[in-house]
């Protein structure tokens, strides 16, 4: 429309210099006039006299209507003007968003755990992810960590060489074979060998000490409905060998201590022995 503009500017100041103004006719179409029109605007005669009807026949109004509509190319009446265009819909679901990889991988991975198809949720699209795939979650299963058999034979284990070790530091008078000192007499020579056993079957601990690890022997005083007597000892002091000899070999406190107790019998060096004077503060 922009190359009518200035050709309209010429014929109106034409008009206006070389023909004298003329009143407008209102309600008459000359012939005349619509053949000024066209050979003005180059238009055709039907779109001429539909611009001088729409002015009511003032030619230098249809002309300037002429150009500020846009006419031009002839062919009928003016087109009306054209409807602005309809915005267009976006995408829905599956229809080929642009979705950040990262986000449409999380959102996939949440919605995997929960159970729901990413796909079905209104807004949210099914667009390839890069190739980015969430695996299945892993099935439930059963298992077991720690071996309880191996586990309580491992700890019988530890307890009976724990016992053992403390068997021989609270040996009073060691065979030559043991403490690598004594009378130097071989093995069955000579008398040192059966005077040693009888001195540490004089002091060794009474028959009814437990042999089990101390929480057992509470457990088992609770079935019994008794007390548990403990006695912690050390290998170097002698007061200790003396109450194996004196105390706990008696008729009389046997029978009392196994009829109302359970005697739980170590030494401060065995494994058992140090828990217990670390947890009581004991020795």
């Known amino acids: 429309s922009s190359h009518f503009r200035p050709l309209g500017s010429c014929v109106l100041r034409g ?36 611009y001088l009807e729409m002015t009511g026949g003032d030619l230098q109004q249809s002309v300037e209507l002429f150009l500020e509509m846009g006419g031009g190319g002839g062919g009928g009446p ?37 159970g729901i198809d990413p796909s079905s949720i209104t807004g949210m699209p099914d667009a390839p992810m890069h190739d980015a795939e969430v695996r299945a979650p892993i099935a439930a299963f059963q298992d077991q960590i720690i071996d309880t058999q191996l586990e309580n034979r491992r700890m019988r284990e530890a307890i009976n060489a724990d016992s053992a070790a403390m068997s021989r530091r609270m040996t009073f008078d060691r065979p030559a074979d043991l403490a690598g000192a004594g009378s130097g007499d071989e093995p069955g020579e000579g008398g040192g060998g059966s005077s040693g056993q009888a001195i540490n079957q004089l002091f060794a601990a009474p028959p009814y000490n ?74």
């Open 78 to 114: 003016p087109a009306p003007q054209a409807p602005a265009p309809a915005p267009v819909p976006r995408p829905g679901p599956g229809q080929g968003q642009v979705v950040d990889a990262d986000v449409a991988a999380e959102f996939a991975a949440v919605a995997a755990a929960a």
């Open 15 to 50: 008009l206006e210099r070389d023909r004298p103004a003329r009143p407008p006719q209102h309600g008459m179409i000359t012939d005349e006039a619509v053949a000024e029109f066209v050979s003005l605007t180059n238009s055709s005669p039907d779109e001429a006299r539909g």
């Open 210 to 283: 437990e042999a089990e690890p101390f929480y057992a022997t509470i457990e088992k005083a609770k079935a019994q409905d008794k007390w548990v007597l403990v006695n912690i000892q050390q290998a170097e002091v002698f007061a200790s060998h003396a109450l194996n000899r004196d105390v706990w070999s008696d008729d009389t406190i046997r029978d009392v201590v196994q009829s109302s107790f359970l005697f739980w019998q170590r030494d401060d060096k065995s494994t058992e022995g140090d828990q217990f004077c670390q947890y009581y503060s004991c020795g």
